[in-house]
């Protein structure tokens, strides 16, 4: 099994329910910002991206809220499914390198 | 994504053996990361390359090295592994963009168990 996140935060829906999940990142001259999805076996893959210029970017069933003055970064999925049931990590990157959170688990029920 | 990856996928050794971490891409990016994950900790930089004639310590290099032989592969080296070393290791590759952006893609993962 998945031996990663095994005490990371959690976020427990229903399937159908919208899910935010939410990330506090620490460098102010941070410019750019990522959210990946990490299903259990894989590694991360890209979801959605946003520049510190923009204080929303919209995907498909995802949007991203970027909050400067508070340093905060969310990832709202519209419509959870079952298959939305991963690892979430955001990243943050000022200069050449990305540094990423510890991840938050969602759990998506029937 | 098939575009990275990576091998062995799984791998048992011992304390005190060498072992290494290959990594291929097709992407045709030029930069090429070395992570660890461990539970709680979310993804370490080890190492990475900007260039073939390019390397960099990230934040946990102690006990580990690179090779990066051509663009497209970048090898990750446990002189002697301990048992601290057990986790699961991930290559990565990137491009900026001409906005200087950078995303980085995954390969599927390294379990690594040093028993």
């Known amino acids: 099994g998945e031996s990663v996140g095994l005490h990371l935060p959690t976020l427990s829906v229903q399937e159908g329910d919208n899910s935010i999940i939410n990330c506090a990142y620490s460098?102010?001259?941070?410019?750019?910002f990522i959210w990946y999805k990490q299903e259990s076996g894989k590694g991360p893959q890209f979801i959605i991206d946003?520049?510190?210029?923009?204080d929303k970017r919209q995907g498909q069933r995802v949007t991203v809220l970027l909050n400067k003055t508070v340093k905060h970064l969310s990832l709202q999925i519209a419509a959870t499914q079952p298959g939305d049931s991963a690892v979430y990590f955001c990243?943050?990157?000022?200069?050449?390198?990305?540094?990423f959170g510890t991840g938050t688990r969602l759990l998506v029920s029937p | 994504d098939a575009d990275v990856t990576q091998t062995p996928r799984n791998r048992i050794t011992k304390t005190g053996k060498r072992i290494m971490l290959e990594c291929s891409q097709t992407?045709?990016?030029?930069?090429m990361y070395w992570y660890r994950q461990d539970p709680g900790l979310g993804l370490r930089l080890i190492y990475y390359?900007?260039?073939?004639?390019?390397?960099n310590k990230g934040e946990i290099s102690d006990g580990y090295s690179v090779s990066r032989q051509a663009q497209a592969k970048f090898s990750l080296s446990l002189e002697s592994a301990i048992p601290n070393q057990t986790a699961l290791y991930f290559c990565?590759?990137?491009?900026?963009?001409?906005?200087?952006?950078?995303?980085?893609?995954f390969g599927p993962g390294t379990r690594l168990l040093v028993l």
């Open positions: 990565a590759t990137s491009d900026l963009s001409r906005n200087h952006q950078e995303t980085q893609y």
């Open positions: 460098n102010s001259a941070s410019d750019y």
């Open positions: 946003i520049r510190s210029n923009m």
């Open positions: 990243a943050e990157t000022g200069f050449q390198k990305l540094v």
């Open positions: 992407k045709g990016h030029d930069r």
């Open positions: 390359s900007f260039d073939v004639k390019d390397i």
